[in-house]
């Protein structure tokens, strides 16, 4: 049972180990306009201002999220009785789920301040 309980700890630490790595490295190398790295959407590369400001914005809620989940999943798996591999893969699969949303989440909260801030506006 130990195996098993390493085997899931791994596989819950993937998606948070990545976030974080992904916001820690835009944080570093993502100052040029149009980098090779960086978050690339339409709308960060409209100008300048918008991917300095995508970059900033993904780079820190990137690497706070992933932190955060990565406490909070072993906080959860730590705290969980399961007595059989059956019951602890699915409560794997349970929390991976979750922080596949997390990150969908953090790319929709990214995009909708860089549409309130350089969407294009309209003439009333």
């Known amino acids: 049972m130990f195996a098993t309980w390493i085997l899931c700890v791994f596989i819950m630490l993937v998606i948070p180990a990545v976030t974080a790595q992904t916001g820690y490295l835009r944080l570093k190398s993502c100052a040029a306009f149009d980098a090779e790295r960086g978050y690339h959407s339409a709308l960060a590369l409209s100008s300048p201002e918008a991917w300095a400001y995508a970059q900033k914005a993904s780079s820190m809620s990137y690497l706070v999220t992933g932190i955060v ?56």
């Open 69 to 124: 989940m990565a406490v909070l999943s072993l906080l959860i798996a730590y705290g969980l009785p399961t007595d059989s591999p059956l019951t602890l893969f699915i409560f794997t699969g349970t929390i991976v789920l979750f922080q596949s949303a997390a990150v969908i989440v953090l790319i929709s909260c990214v995009e909708s301040g860089l549409r309130r801030r350089f969407g294009k506006k309209t003439a009333e």
